[in-house]
């Protein structure tokens, strides 16, 4: 867990992406946290594993590191799991062979 230098207040700390991995494994077949995504607000590219995810809201929300603005997220619950991908313009994920 990473918490600003700043001197931010605690709930502002955050994980990498890669504590997407887990909870993103129960939609998806291949590892989301491999993959590149663009910031639909910035532009900026950057592997999933390098967004800030912060944990403290009912669910995961992941933010790009440029801009801080909110490319996922992620609610778990009971017998739904909701994914909002509209921060992202595409995802780009690496092939074996291609």
Known sequence: MTIPADGSPAEYAYMDGNAL??????VFAVDVTTATSRCAHCGRTEPVAALRVY?????????CEGCDEVVLRMVRGTQTLWLDLRGAVALAF?????
């Open 55 to 63: 944990a403290h809201a009912p669910g995961l929300v992941a933010r």
């Open 94 to 98: 690496p092939m074996d062979g291609a």
């Open 21 to 26: 991995a887990g909870p993103l494994s129960e």
